[in-house]
């Protein structure tokens, strides 16, 4: 997930965008906005850039795995029909 320094840049560069006219309220926004990214990242279905890497990794040694048994598969097929003449 986000780390939490960005979210509170994020909160900081909101609260900033507040007119100079509210710079009181301008914390108490921060921590609204910090809190509002807070709980809309965790209702997401997202992953750590680990667990994106290891499955990643995985993703790649399927397809070399299927990749060599669609090669096999063609040439046992291949030895079936120069048997089979």
């Given at each position: 997930?986000i780390d939490v320094q960005?979210?509170?840049?994020?909160?900081?560069?909101?609260?900033?965008?507040?007119?100079?006219?509210?710079?009181?309220?301008?914390?108490?926004?921060?921590?609204?906005?910090?809190d509002v990214l807070t709980?809309?990242?965790?209702?997401?279905?997202?992953?750590?850039?680990?667990?994106?890497?290891?499955?990643?990794?995985?993703?790649?040694?399927t397809r070399e795995r299927?990749?060599?048994?669609?090669?096999?598969?063609?040439?046992?097929?291949?030895?079936?029909?120069?048997?089979?003449?």
């Open positions: 997930m960005s979210i509170d840049a994020i909160a900081q560069r909101l609260a900033n965008a507040v007119p100079p006219g509210l710079a009181q309220a301008r914390e108490d926004l921060a921590d609204n906005f910090r709980q809309g990242l965790r209702r997401l279905d997202l992953v750590t850039r680990e667990e994106f890497d290891v499955q990643r990794q995985v993703l790649a040694r299927v990749e060599q048994c669609e090669q096999r598969i063609a040439e046992l097929e291949a030895r079936l029909a120069d048997t089979g003449r």
